[in-house]
């Protein structure tokens, strides 16, 4: 991990956030489709997709969001839950448990463990609220990627599922 990720202050998120959050989304959109992967977001900038900028305040007013700085400049955003988003086939879990419905980072400080210090953030406020499960979803097309960066940050994978064309991934992390 780069030294740099010591900079990072993790806050809570804000109304305040929706442009920077927003330009972190587009930004993903456009490194995603640079790379072939046209799949999993599409190729439209969120903020053009409809309902995209209203579900970015949603999170900033109705989820618990946090904010990665670096130099007081957002580089990084996660989104937590009580449970999975009512538009995806995931049931809850059946006990307690904290759910990440979003996490993105600055593109331009990809590879300096961002997501990584997000992740564990979530993993302590989690513990912190006495709960002992953290589960998140993603994308599981392409090579797998995303699927073994959640891997490699504690999570198990648990079930895949099929929302409409887009193959996707449960994955849980216990907490002690």
């Given amino acids: ?19 920077a959050v927003l330009d972190m989304l587009d930004a ?8 072939g992967n046209t799949e999993q977001w ?24 946090y904010v990665a700085e670096s130099a007081g400049v957002p580089v990084g955003a996660m ?4 449970g999975p988003s009512p538009q995806m086939p995931i049931a809850p879990a059946g006990e307690p448990e904290r759910y990440v419905r979003l996490l ?12 990584a210090a997000l992740l564990a953030h979530a993993a302590e406020e989690t513990r912190r609220a006495g709960v002992g499960l953290l589960r998140v979803d993603c994308w599981a097309g392409g090579g797998g ?25 449960v994955l849980a992390r216990r907490l002690g």
């Fill in 1 to 19: 991990m780069n030294d740099t990720t010591h900079e990072l202050r993790i806050r809570p998120g804000v109304p305040a956030d929706a442009p």
């Fill in 28 to 35: 993903a959109v456009a490194w995603m489709n640079a790379r």
């Fill in 42 to 65: 599409g190729t439209t900038p969120y903020s053009q997709k409809p309902g995209g900028a209203a579900r970015v305040d949603r999170y900033l007013t109705e989820n618990t969001p």
């Fill in 79 to 82: 989104v937590l839950d009580s």
């Fill in 104 to 115: 993105v980072s600055d593109r331009r400080h990809a590879g300096l463990g961002i997501g």
């Fill in 145 to 169: 990627e995303l699927v073994a960066f959640y891997e490699r940050n504690g999570f198990t994978r648990t079930e895949p599922f099929l929302s409409d064309d887009w193959p996707g991934q």
